[in-house]
């Protein structure tokens, strides 16, 4: 049984160690063999596959059969045509101040020339953009026909996104990546790869022959990440393994895998959905499930962005959007729509189509957290984040409130840990109605793993909260501004816990009301039924 590679992203290395190879070369063919207008776009999350998806490409325009066989494009490739290779890993060029970001974006080119032997009149070139030009252009009238592979086209702009130089950073990499666009006749095949679609890019506006990938070409909705048939099949073996590990069947191994890291749909014009492939290729010889892919990256950005937006992590289970909204994200403002979609924090769970005199269209998106594995992250992150807590901290705070609820302690959960959780909200995030400030609750009692019961409908109107354990039932009730005496009137007016009252459990009554002028709760009034 072959290892799964997670960390190794050079399809050479790959094959010539041993490694399992999950094989998408007929996808890959399929774009390579075109001799015009071969030029793409493919946005993914991070550390879905991007980078060795153009090292593949790099090792077929070398001619590296060798490294092909038994794989589906074997036969299909010309393996007698080879061509320069200009493969740049945008992460690398990525620099803390701009001028250190233009040294790096000179010495891209600097490089090129190095290792095809080039001369370049670098004295006559004004900025990196047009040096980036000039070098290309060198290279075809003495090469002919290359193929340039751009991977992370976005990391250099991303340094500068919480600073006041994003302006004079885009411009510059605006300038670099226009280089291209002079030499479009000279490029053989060009694949360039980000997790954003930056708006304001000259590889954007000028290229007019780029073909985007990204949402429109459902044929390719697969190419990035595995599909359930690719772990059932290719993974077969390592699937079993997973499953003995867990001491079940086969099925129920791939339901907890699909469960935790399955349904990221790209497209709306495809029903193919894919798994995290890093989450998987950790898991799968693991044998233990959790959250891989998350903890390759805290998203403070993208909790940052929901905060900016006034939402939380439980507001995610339905955004209506459109594609459209969904193809653009602009460095200015961030919209958290297309960021969190972007990231793979959000995914397409139903696509609206509407009848037209022109035919059939996708007029717009209901999208959702794709898996188990990035809600608990977002939920965990987000409180870290806009608490300003370390994980210590946080997760001190969370084995306190755990123990209180399982214990029953509902007095101390409310009045330390509940007065804590409030507290500890930083000044900048007001907590500006009964809704918002029940939220926060909400959500804190979830990631707790309580069983709560949102809005619980009774015959005269709907309790706020109505947390069960094996030691009781809670019915909780929210004031904003006026007094937890009225909380606990409405409660007994409205027979929020009469549904309980023939439970053998204990049934406590919670009033909490919520001051503006304290940022915090008064102190609650906690009664039995």
Same mark, same amino acid.
């Given at each position: 049984?072959?290892?799964?590679?997670? $960390?190794?992203?050079?399809?050479?290395?790959?094959?010539?160690?041993?490694?399992?190879?999950?094989?998408?070369?007929?996808?890959?063919?399929?774009?390579?063999?075109?001799?015009?207008?071969?030029?793409?776009?493919?946005?993914?999350?991070?550390?879905?596959?991007?980078?060795?998806?153009?090292?593949?490409?790099?090792?077929?325009?070398?001619?590296?059969?060798?490294?092909?066989?038994?794989?589906?494009?074997?036969?299909?490739?010309?393996?007698?045509?080879?061509?320069?290779?200009?493969?740049?890993?945008?992460?690398?060029?990525?620099?803390?101040?701009?001028?250190?970001?233009?040294?790096?974006?000179?010495?891209?080119?600097?490089?090129?020339?190095?290792?095809?032997?080039?001369?370049?009149?670098?004295?006559?070139?004004?900025?990196?953009?047009?040096?980036?030009?000039?070098?290309?252009?060198?290279?075809?009238?003495?090469?002919?026909?290359?193929?340039?592979?751009?991977?992370?086209?976005?990391?250099?702009?991303?340094?500068?996104?919480?600073?006041?130089?994003?302006? $004079?950073?885009?411009?510059?990499?605006?300038?670099?990546?226009?280089?291209?666009?002079?030499?479009?006749?000279?490029?053989?095949?060009?694949?360039?790869?980000?997790?954003?679609?930056?708006?304001?890019?000259?590889?954007?506006?000028?290229?007019?022959?780029?073909?985007?990938?990204?949402?429109?070409?459902?044929?390719?909705?697969?190419?990035?990440?595995?599909?359930?048939?690719?772990?059932?099949?290719?993974?077969?073996?390592?699937?079993?393994?997973?499953?003995?590990?867990?001491?079940?069947?086969?099925?129920?191994?791939?339901?907890?895998?699909?469960?935790?890291?399955?349904?990221?749909?790209?497209?709306?014009?495809?029903?193919?959905?894919?798994?995290?492939?890093?989450?998987?290729?950790?898991?799968?010889?693991?044998?233990?499930?959790?959250?891989?892919?998350?903890?390759?990256?805290?998203?403070?950005?993208?909790?940052?962005?929901?905060?900016?937006?006034?939402?939380?992590?439980?507001?995610?289970?339905?955004?209506?959007?459109?594609?459209?909204?969904?193809?653009?994200?602009?460095?200015?403002?961030?919209?958290?729509?297309?960021?969190?979609?972007?990231?793979?924090?959000?995914?397409?769970?139903?696509?609206?189509?509407?009848?037209?005199?022109?035919?059939?269209?996708?007029?717009?998106?209901?999208?959702?957290?794709?898996?188990?594995?990035?809600?608990?992250?977002?939920?965990?992150?987000?409180?870290?984040?806009?608490?300003?807590?370390?994980?210590?901290?946080?997760?001190?705070?969370?084995?306190?409130?755990?123990?209180?609820?399982?214990?029953?302690?509902?007095?101390?959960?409310?009045?330390?840990?509940?007065?804590?959780?409030?507290?500890?909200?930083?000044?900048?995030?007001?907590?500006?109605?009964?809704?918002?400030?029940?939220?926060?609750?909400?959500?804190?009692?979830?990631?707790?793993?309580?069983?709560?019961?949102?809005?619980?409908?009774?015959?005269?109107?709907?309790?706020?909260?109505?947390?069960?354990?094996?030691?009781?039932?809670?019915?909780?009730?929210?004031?904003?501004?006026?007094?937890?005496?009225?909380?606990?009137?409405?409660?007994?007016?409205?027979?929020?816990?009469? $549904?309980?009252?023939?439970?053998?459990?204990?049934?406590?009554?919670?009033?909490?009301?919520?001051?503006?002028?304290?940022?915090?709760?008064?102190?609650?009034?906690?009664?039995?039924?």
């Amino acid at each position: 049984m072959k290892p799964i590679a997670t $960390a190794n992203y050079d399809f050479e290395g790959l094959i010539k160690g041993g490694y399992v190879y999950v094989d998408k070369t007929d996808m890959l063919y399929r774009l390579a063999k075109r001799d015009k207008d071969a030029i793409y776009f493919i946005s993914r999350p991070r550390r879905f596959g991007k980078s060795l998806m153009l090292s593949t490409f790099k090792c077929l325009f070398e001619g590296k059969k060798q490294l092909f066989k038994g794989l589906k494009i074997e036969k299909k490739w010309d393996w007698s045509k080879t061509y320069p290779v200009v493969s740049l890993n945008m992460r690398s060029e990525a620099a803390q101040s701009l001028p250190g970001l233009e040294k790096n974006l000179w010495g891209v080119s600097k490089k090129i020339a190095r290792e095809y032997g080039l001369k370049v009149n670098w004295r006559e070139c004004g900025d990196c953009g047009k040096a980036f030009s000039e070098t290309l252009e060198a290279l075809a009238k003495k090469h002919g026909p290359f193929v340039l592979l751009i991977d992370e086209y976005d990391v250099p702009l991303q340094t500068f996104l919480r600073t006041g130089k994003l302006g $004079a950073a885009r411009a510059m990499l605006h300038d670099f990546y226009g280089g291209i666009k002079d030499n479009v006749g000279s490029i053989r095949f060009m694949m360039m790869t980000g997790v954003s679609k930056f708006t304001k890019l000259s590889v954007f506006s000028a290229l007019n022959n780029l073909t985007d990938l990204t949402m429109d070409r459902p044929e390719f909705a697969g190419m990035l990440g595995y599909t359930r048939k690719e772990i059932e099949t290719t993974l077969a073996p390592q699937l079993g393994a997973f499953a003995r590990k867990l001491r079940c069947t086969r099925e129920v191994a791939l339901k907890r895998l699909l469960a935790w890291y399955d349904s990221y749909r790209f497209s709306p014009y495809s029903n193919v959905k894919v798994l995290n492939p890093v989450s998987v290729g950790q898991a799968l010889p693991s044998g233990i499930l959790t959250d891989y892919w998350s903890k390759t990256g805290v998203p403070t950005l993208v909790v940052e962005r929901l905060q900016a937006g006034g939402k939380m992590p439980s507001d995610l289970a339905e955004v209506v959007t459109t594609p459209g909204d969904l193809d653009v994200c602009d460095a200015n403002d961030l919209p958290w729509i297309p960021l969190l979609y972007q990231s793979g924090y959000l995914t397409i769970k139903k696509v609206v189509w509407t009848d037209s005199p022109d035919g059939r269209y996708v007029s717009g998106l209901v999208l959702g957290v794709p898996n188990f594995e990035v809600r608990e992250n977002l939920k965990s992150n987000f409180w870290r984040t806009i608490m300003h807590m370390d994980e210590a901290s946080f997760t001190a705070l969370v084995d306190v409130a755990k123990r209180q609820l399982a214990e029953g302690n509902v007095d101390a959960l409310t009045n330390e840990t509940l007065f804590s959780l409030y507290a500890a909200l930083p000044s900048t995030w007001r907590v500006k109605d009964e809704a918002e400030a029940k939220r926060y609750f909400l959500m804190f009692m979830k990631f707790l793993g309580a069983t709560v019961h949102a809005e619980q409908t009774s015959a005269r109107g709907y309790a706020d909260a109505i947390v069960e354990t094996r030691k009781g039932v809670y019915v909780f009730e929210f004031k904003f501004n006026r007094s937890a005496k009225a909380a606990i009137r409405q409660i007994r007016e409205k027979g929020y816990a009469d $549904a309980y009252k023939a439970d053998k459990r204990p049934v406590t009554l919670i009033g909490i009301n919520f001051s503006a002028k304290k940022r915090n709760i008064d102190e609650p009034i906690i009664e039995p039924l």
